[in-house]
């Protein structure tokens, strides 16, 4: 990748972390600082592109005009007795697959490594997407947002389960014995039908 390239995906990180900043922000102070980073991210691309500041934060359409779906991207991992890895959310004291929402800057793929090395510790490989899915055409608990869900197959590398802020617990779990489930996250029918499609490589991937 070209050093410009490099350059343009690290504003729009930045862009995206100010953006969410801006969102969730409670404080004046933070505001004028994630404002801030957002004309430091113009600049990094204008300095990369040669174009305008102004043009460039122009062409960032206000989220409130055009609401996009969002994507979950969830690590689907087995260990060798081939029972599932959960992990017990905080947000909700349920479990689900290792993941969340995708981050700028990285792949899908990328994700699913990052949230379970975040997540648990364990170091892991994307092996293969399992399936996509339009959340709304399962039978999910309704949320507020329009969801595209990934999951997709890792394998464990190496690593030890380790503690982290936002997650209660984490462990493997028969699929025929699965704890209780975060539904919002990830559905029991999803896990053993995911199973499945690992056993069998030549298995296509589900597509909504």
């Known amino acids: 990748?070209?050093?410009?390239?490099?350059?343009?995906?690290?504003?729009?990180?930045?862009?995206?972390?100010?953006?969410?900043?801006?969102?969730?922000?409670?404080?004046?102070?933070?505001?004028?600082?994630?404002?801030?980073?957002?004309?430091?991210?113009?600049?990094?691309?204008?300095?990369?592109?040669?174009?305008?500041?102004?043009?460039?934060?122009?062409?960032?359409?206000?989220?409130?005009?055009?609401?996009?779906?969002?994507?979950?991207?969830?690590?689907?991992?087995?260990?060798?007795?081939?029972?599932?890895?959960?992990?017990?959310?905080?947000?909700?004291?349920?479990?689900?697959?290792?993941?969340?929402?995708?981050?700028?800057?990285?792949?899908?793929?990328?994700?699913?490594?990052?949230?379970?090395?975040?997540?648990?510790?364990?170091?892991?490989e994307a092996v293969r997407l399992l399936s996509v899915i339009d959340m709304s055409k399962h039978p999910h608990p309704a949320i507020p947002f329009y969801v595209y869900k990934f999951f997709i197959h890792c394998r464990i590398k190496s690593g030890i389960f380790t503690e982290t802020f936002d997650i209660l617990d984490k462990g493997f779990f028969s699929i025929n014995k699965l704890p209780p489930l975060s539904l919002e996250r990830v559905l029991p029918e999803q896990i053993k039908e995911m199973a499945q499609n690992i056993e069998n490589p030549s298995a296509q991937v589900y597509l909504d």
């Open 1 to 124: 990748m070209k050093k410009e390239e490099n350059l343009i995906l690290l504003a729009q990180r930045i862009r995206a972390l100010s953006q969410n900043g801006l969102t969730y922000s409670l404080s004046e102070y933070d505001t004028e600082r994630y404002e801030e980073l957002i004309q430091i991210s113009n600049k990094i691309t204008a300095l990369s592109t040669g174009i305008g500041e102004d043009v460039i934060n122009s062409l960032y359409i206000p989220a409130k005009e055009y609401i996009t779906p969002k994507v979950d991207i969830r690590a689907v991992v087995f260990n060798q007795e081939k029972e599932i890895l959960l992990v017990k959310e905080k947000a909700d004291g349920l479990w689900s697959l290792p993941g969340g929402w995708a981050d700028v800057g990285y792949s899908p793929k990328e994700i699913a490594v990052k949230e379970v090395k975040e997540e648990t510790g364990l170091e892991v």
